[in-house]
Antibody, heavy 121, light 107 residues
Framework: EVQLVQSGAEVKKPGESLRISCKGS????????ITWVRQMPGKGLEWMGR????????VYSPSFQGHVTISADKSISTVYLQWSSLKASDTAMYYC??????????????WGRGTLVTVSS | DIQMSQSPSSLSASVGDRVTITCRAS??????LNWYQQRSGQAPKLLIY???ILQSGVPSRFSGSGSGTDFALTISSLQPEDFATYYC?????????FGQGTKVEIK
């Protein structure tokens, strides 16, 4: 069974750093990209970026480029999303999702349950 | 960047109704269009990929259509478990984009 298990909820102060994780199981982890998606409170889904765990090649949305870092450790089937200096506006639910190439497109077929990040002074 | 625009933003419907949600891309995206359902408090779920292909396990009352810039998700007979928010997503560009979502509510 394919599973993406995300790390637990975080409460941080502005200016602090943070790394959240997404661990895959039930499939060959390095074969499929992982995407990160942000959902701010009461808002829609925003695509942040994706990583190929086999070589850590990463593509970011222009909206998130320079604000977050996506990385991977394929030896432990885990992808990370990292901030060096959090802002209150980073308060959101963050989802990871497996990204598969199929029928010429790349949908997100399995999702983690999400990690809630709260940034407040 | 490709912009995705869904309409309506929300709709009210009754169980058994036929519901159609539309999604328009700012550029031609061929059939690189996927649809997701998000129930309240849950992670999104893939419904349809490549415009028309139903993900495994998704009921056949869901269908997708379109190509180029205009797409649609249709629910042929709305069921209680279908009340949720639906998102389209393009994968034509290097930087993928979601539509803003359509919330389907109970009338």
């Amino acid at each position: 069974e394919v599973q993406l298990v995300q790390s637990g909820a975080e409460v941080k102060k502005p200016g602090e750093s943070l790394r959240i994780s997404c661990k895959g199981s039930g499939y060959t982890f390095s074969r499929h990209w992982i995407t990160w998606v942000r959902q701010m409170p009461g808002k829609g889904l925003e695509w942040m970026g994706r990583i190929d765990p086999s070589d850590s090649y990463t593509v970011y949305s222009p909206s998130f480029q320079g604000h977050v870092t996506i990385s991977a450790d394929k030896s432990i089937s885990t992808v990370y999303l990292q901030w060096s200096s959090l802002k209150a506006s980073d308060t959101a639910m963050y989802y990871c999702a497996r990204t598969i190439p199929v029928a010429g497109t790349t949908p997100f077929d399995f999702w983690g349950r999400g990690t809630l990040v709260t940034v407040s002074s | 960047d490709i912009q995705m625009s869904q309409s309506p933003s929300s709709l009210s419907a009754s169980v058994g109704d036929r519901v159609t949600i539309t999604c328009r891309a700012s550029q031609h995206i061929a059939t690189y269009l996927n649809w997701y359902q998000q129930r309240s408090g849950q992670a999104p779920k893939l419904l349809i990929y490549a415009t028309t292909i139903l993900q495994s396990g998704v009921p056949s009352r869901f269908s997708g259509s379109g190509s180029g810039t205009d797409f649609a998700l249709t629910i042929s007979s709305l069921q209680p478990e279908d009340f949720a928010t639906y998102y389209c997503q393009e994968s034509r560009s290097a930087s993928w984009t979601f539509g803003q979502g359509t919330k389907v509510e109970i009338k």
